[in-house]
């Protein structure tokens, strides 16, 4: 279906996407979220999840073309160039856009029955830095990853887009929302995870920590690592309900890496079997 109008109320998903606050609230809202590019649309579809329509210049028509004709009943929207960046604010260069229906969300229980290793983000509110440990939690033996209540969402856009689509391969779960008399049950529910047999651990500089290639840390079975967001790091309600504390050995004076940076280091360093 060809598109001239910016306003045309069919793609009224996809206007606006440079607001990353307005997106926050109205694709979870909605059930959707959006795939972009044509990479990671084809591993959301490889996934299983659904689309809803599919919104594309000219020219990338004809690569998605058996994309098409798997979803026959799926809307494709395309037009010019100048058209489509009209309502989505940035132009497209990385070929298709799709809104997909959002899976059934899981359960923390779900995610962590047969998990070993286990990613905790806690206030991880920047995209680009949660697609990021995403794609490393999959290369590097995560099992499984919980969000807290303030992270960002894994299936935004761009947290989707820098995670090369892994976020539809790990399992994650939202846990530590507040209960239904309004009570926060963020740090409480890292005893979630002691409960199922889990050492906790928390990547932070303090004064307790051991260095992350203590060999005692491989004894564990089960480990959940806990990371902060960048700058704050790990809060002190975590790290008070953390088992140990640990830290990346840095040298040069340098005291700490981006928070993706250093997650890739610890999954690496953590792996079972390591």
């Given at each position: 279906m060809e598109l001239t109008d910016a306003d045309d109320p069919r793609v009224a998903v996809y206007s606006r996407?440079?607001?990353?606050?307005?997106?926050?609230?109205?694709?979870?809202?909605?059930?959707?979220?959006?795939?972009?590019?044509?990479?990671?649309?084809?591993?959301?579809?490889?996934?299983?999840?659904?689309?809803?329509?599919?919104?594309?210049?000219?020219?990338?028509?004809?690569?998605?073309?058996?994309?098409?004709?798997?979803?026959?009943?799926?809307?494709?929207?395309?037009?010019?160039?100048?058209?489509?960046?009209s309502i989505t604010g940035f132009h497209l260069h990385r070929g298709a856009l799709a809104a997909m229906d959002r899976p059934h969300p899981l359960s923390p229980d779900e995610v962590l029955s047969r998990a070993r290793r286990v990613a905790v983000l806690e206030n991880v509110s920047d995209h680009t830095n949660l697609g990021a440990i995403f794609r490393s939690a999959a290369g590097l033996g995560v099992d499984a990853i919980l969000v807290s209540p303030e992270s960002a969402d894994p299936l935004y856009r761009r947290s989707?887009?820098?995670?090369?689509?892994?976020?539809?391969?790990?399992?994650?779960?939202?846990?530590?929302?507040a209960d239904g008399r309004g009570r926060a049950a963020w740090p409480a529910a890292l005893d979630q995870l002691r409960a199922a047999g889990f050492t906790v651990a928390a990547l932070e500089l303090s004064e307790s920590a051991v260095d992350l290639d203590d060999p005692s840390l491989r004894d564990h079975e089960r480990l959940a690592l806990v990371l902060g967001a960048e700058g704050p790091g790990v809060t002190a309600g975590a790290l008070a309900a953390s088992d140990v504390h640990v830290r990346i050995p840095m040298a040069s004076g340098v005291d700490s890496l981006n928070v993706a940076a250093a997650s890739a280091v610890a999954f690496w360093e953590l792996r079972r079997g390591a």
């Open positions: 996407l440079t607001d990353a606050a307005l997106r926050r609230r109205t694709d979870a809202d909605h059930g959707i979220y959006l795939a972009e590019s044509s990479a990671v649309v084809r591993r959301a579809l490889a996934a299983g999840h659904r689309p809803r329509s599919f919104f594309l210049s000219h020219r990338y028509l004809e690569s998605m073309t058996e994309v098409f004709a798997a979803h026959p009943g799926v809307p494709v929207y395309t037009g010019t160039d100048a058209v489509l960046e989707i887009r820098v995670s090369m689509g892994t976020v539809f391969s790990i399992p994650w779960a939202r846990v530590g929302e």
